[in-house]
C-alpha cells in the first residue's frame, strides 16, 4: 500500500511540474514503427543507480532503463549505458520504441531521468500521427523506370540522370536525393500530388563507381523515412600495370623466380597475358582481389640463356575495351653465378721462395668482378679478370707468389658476378714440388726392324716433363737417344738379332726422376723343319674345314627330302591302320627306322713350346712379355717367310 501511495504522489508531482515545462512535438507515420528519443538522444547516466523511465499520459508505466534484458546483454556490468544494432540500424537504448503506430499511441509521453548524483530530469514529448507519403519511384533519362537497383554500366566521361518522383500533397513531406549518404539534391513540386526531384551526372570519373544514390521521401519526426536506391555500375581501364620486380632486373638461368603482376582499378578484373620474347607464358597464379580493385597474376619464372635481353611483358585485357591495351614490360638480365671450368682437383708443385704460377678458369654472365683466392692458412687474395679469347662466357685469373710454409694443402679459387660468389670452388692441392716420378713404359708392338714404346707419365713435379729413351745394343753402342712430351716412341732400324738394353726417365725444370731400364734379349731362332711343318698342318686345317663344310651341305639336304617324302605318305595314309602316333603328335610306319649313331673324332695338333727363356740379365726365369720380330701373318703378297725368326723378351 505504502509503494502505491507513493507512486501516485510522484504521478501527482509530475503533473504540476509539467505545467511549466516545454512540449516537444513529434509526427509519426500510421502503422509504422517509431522510436522516440529521450532528451533528443543526448542522455548520459552517470553511474549505476541511475536509469530512465518512461510514462505515457503521466499514469502508464511504459519502459526502464537499464532493465533485465539490457543487463544480462550487457558485457560488462558497469556498463549501463550504451546502443543497440539490429538489422544494421543502431539505436540508443534509452529510446522508446512504438510497434505499428496506430490512433491509441498518439499522446503525451514523458521520459524521466534519475541521475545518481545530480537531480532528475524529465523531457515530455507530444506524439501527433500523419499518413505516409508514397514510395519514391527512380527513373531514367528516357523516362524508364528503373527496378534492376543499378544504373551502367558507365564509360568515363559519360553522363547520368536520375529521377525520383514521389505521390504526395501533404506540405511537410520532403524528397531528397542522398549520395553515400550525404545529401545532394531536394525536390520541388513537379506537377499537383507529385514531388520530384533530379540528378545530373556530368562526365563521369572513376568516382562514381559503385556510388550509391538515395531518393527519401519523408514527412514524420520519428518514423524512418521511405526509400529507393540505386548503384552505378562502369566499365573501367587499369589505373596501373605493374610488373612487381622491386627493381631487380636479374635471374639466374635456370632458376625458377615468382614474378607478380598487379593491375589496379580494371573494372571488371581483366584476364592476364604473359609474354617473354615472342613465347607466350601460362601464369601459375591468378588472384582477384575486389575490396580494391586488384587484379594480381603470379608467373613462375626460369629463363635460359637464350631469354637474355628479352622483354618480360604482362598485358591486361578488358573485354569491354577491346582496343585499348594496357601492359608493363621490363628487359630481363639473364645470367649465373660463375662455374669452375673443371671438377677435379688439380696438383701444383711449389717450392720454397719460388714464384708459383697458377690459372683459375671460370665460366660466367654477366662477367666476374674480382676472383678470390683462399690458402690453407685461410689467408685471401683478390685477383683481377681476364676474358678467355675465343668463348663468351669463360674468363680467367692468374695468381702468383712467393709460397710459404702456410701454403701449402688446399688452395679454393672463387669468382664473383653480379648473381653472386661462385658456389663450388676450383681447388688446388699445393704440394711440394720437385724432379718428375718416373714413367710406367711398355713396349706395344714390333715389326721388323721396328721397336714401339710407349709410356704414362707420372706427376710432373709441378713443372712440364719430357720422357727420355736411350736404346743400347747388347755391347752397350748408343743406337737411339729420343726424347718426347706425349712418351710415344718409334724406333725404326733395329737390328734383329742383337740384345738391346732400354733406359728411360722424366726430366723438368727442376731435374729428372729416376730412371727405369727394360732388357730386350734375342732368343733361339725357331728352325726351317719347324716352318714347314706349321705349314703342312696349315694345309690339314684347310682341307678338314673344306671336307666339314661338304658333309653339312649333304646333311641339310638329305633332312630336306626326308621331311618332304613324310609328309606326302601322312597325305595318302591318312587311313591306314598301321599308321601309330608318336608322342611329337605325328604319325609313322612299324617298325621305325634306326638313325645311325656317328663318333665324332679328335684332332691332336702338336704345339711346339719353348721349355724356358734364357735371360742374362733378370734372375726371373719366367719373362713378362714376349714380342715376335719379323713376319706376324702370312701375306698373299708374300709367298715365304725368313727361315730365321727372332722374340725379345721385356
Known amino acids: 500500500m505504502i509503494i502505491y501511495i507513493i507512486l501516485f504522489c510522484g504521478i501527482c508531482v509530475l503533473k504540476v511540474l509539467s505545467l511549466d515545462m516545454d512540449v516537444v512535438v513529434l509526427r509519426a507515420v500510421r502503422g509504422r514503427d517509431a522510436r522516440l528519443p529521450c532528451g533528443q538522444g543526448k542522455v548520459f547516466l552517470d553511474g549505476p ?15 526502464r532503463f537499464p532493465n533485465e534484458d539490457t543487463e544480462r546483454r550487457s558485457v560488462n556490468q558497469d556498463r549501463i549505458f550504451g546502443t543497440s544494432c539490429d538489422l544494421a540500424s543502431c539505436h540508443d537504448d534509452t529510446s522508446l520504441l512504438l510497434k505499428r503506430v496506430s490512433e491509441q499511441d498518439a499522446g503525451i509521453y514523458r521520459c524521466r531521468v534519475h541521475y545518481q548524483a545530480s537531480p532528475s530530469l524529465d523531457y515530455v514529448i507530444d506524439v501527433r500521427l500523419v499518413e505516409s507519403p508514397g514510395m519514391p ?15 551502367g554500366p558507365l564509360s568515363i ?150 631469354d637474355n635481353k628479352h ?25 649465373y653465378r660463375p662455374l669452375c671450368l673443371t671438377s677435379r682437383e688439380e696438383t701444383i708443385g711449389a717450392m720454397h721462395q719460388e714464384a708459383e704460377t697458377v690459372i683459375c678458369v671460370v665460366e660466367a654472365s654477366p662477367e666476374p668482378l674480382q676472383f678470390s683466392w683462399t690458402f690453407a692458412d685461410s689467408r685471401t687474395l683478390y685477383t683481377s679478370v681476364k676474358k678467355v679469347p675465343g668463348h663468351h662466357h669463360r674468363y680467367s685469373s692468374t695468381l702468383t707468389w712467393l709460397p710459404r710454409d702456410g701454403d701449402f694443402g688446399l688452395l679454393l679459387c672463387r669468382a664473383t658476378n653480379s648473381f653472386g660468389e661462385q658456389k663450388k670452388p676450383c681447388s688446388y692441392a699445393i704440394a711440394a714440388g720437385g724432379p718428375p716420378h718416373p714413367p710406367d713404359c711398355g713396349l706395344l708392338r714390333s715389326y721388323p726392324h721396328t721397336v714401339r714404346v710407349q709410356c704414362q707419365k707420372g706427376w710432373d713435379g709441378g713443372r712440364s716433363q719430357v720422357i727420355h729413351l736411350e736404346l743400347f745394343s747388347g755391347d752397350g753402342t748408343l743406337l737411339h737417344n729420343v726424347s718426347n712430351a706425349a712418351g710415344h716412341f718409334h724406333l725404326p732400324d733395329v737390328e734383329e738379332d742383337r740384345n738391346l738394353t732400354a733406359i728411360l726417365y722424366a726430366s723438368n725444370v727442376r731435374g729428372r726422376s729416376v730412371t727405369k731400364t727394360m732388357y730386350l734379349q734375342t732368343i733361339t731362332a725357331l728352325s726351317a723343319s719347324a716352318i714347314t711343318e706349321n705349314t703342312a698342318g696349315a694345309s690339314w ?17 638329305a633332312a630336306t627330302a626326308f621331311c618332304i617324302r613324310a609328309i606326302k605318305i601322312r597325305r595318302e595314309n591318312l587311313d591306314n591302320p598301321d599308321l ?27 704345339v711346339n713350346q719353348l721349355a724356358r727363356c734364357q735371360n742374362q740379365y733378370t734372375p726371373t726365369p719366367v719373362p713378362s712379355c714376349r714380342v715376335l720380330v719379323g713376319c706376324g701373318s702370312r701375306s698373299p703378297l708374300q709367298d715365304t717367310c725368313p727361315a730365321s725368326q727372332h722374340s725379345y723378351y721385356v
Open 137 to 151: 519511384r527512380i527513373y531514367n533519362e528516357a523516362g524508364e523506370i528503373i527496378e534492376q537497383g543499378h544504373v
Open 580 to 606: 601309330v602316333p608318336r608322342s611329337d603328335g605325328a604319325f609313322h610306319r612299324e617298325p621305325d627306322f634306326v638313325r645311325e649313331e656317328r663318333l665324332v673324332g679328335t684332332t691332336n695338333i702338336t
Open 157 to 306: 566521361g559519360s553522363d547520368l540522370t536520375l529521377i525520383c518522383e514521389v505521390d504526395d500533397e501533404q506540405p511537410d513531406t520532403l524528397v531528397y536525393w542522398r549520395r553515400n549518404g550525404i545529401v545532394i539534391e531536394r525536390a520541388h513540386t513537379a506537377r499537383p500530388g507529385v514531388l520530384r526531384a533530379e540528378v545530373h551526372v556530368h562526365n563521369a570519373t572513376r568516382g562514381e563507381l559503385d556510388a550509391h544514390y538515395e531518393c527519401l521521401a519523408q514527412n514524420a519526426d520519428v518514423t524512418d523515412p521511405l526509400s529507393a536506391s540505386v548503384v552505378v555500375r562502369m566499365y573501367l581501364p587499369p589505373i596501373s600495370v605493374e610488373i612487381r620486380l622491386n627493381h631487380n632486373y636479374d635471374f639466374e638461368a635456370g632458376q625458377p623466380r615468382v614474378v607478380d603482376c598487379v593491375v589496379v582499378g580494371c573494372v571488371p578484373p581483366p584476364s592476364v597475358i604473359w609474354h617473354l620474347g615472342e613465347n607466350l607464358l601460362r601464369p601459375s597464379v591468378h588472384k582477384e582481389l575486389h575490396d580494391g580493385n586488384y587484379t594480381v597474376s603470379s608467373l613462375t619464372l626460369a629463363p635460359s640463356l637464350r
Open 49 to 63: 543507480d541511475s536509469y530512465v523511465l518512461w510514462l505515457k499520459n503521466d499514469r502508464d508505466f511504459l519502459y
Open 311 to 335: 622483354d618480360l611483358v604482362c598485358r591486361a585485357h578488358n573485354s569491354h575495351l577491346p582496343n585499348a591495351i594496357f601492359e608493363d614490360k621490363v628487359t630481363l638480365n639473364v645470367g
Open 541 to 557: 686345317t684347310w682341307w678338314m674345314e673344306a671336307t666339314a663344310a661338304l658333309v653339312t651341305v649333304t646333311v641339310a639336304v
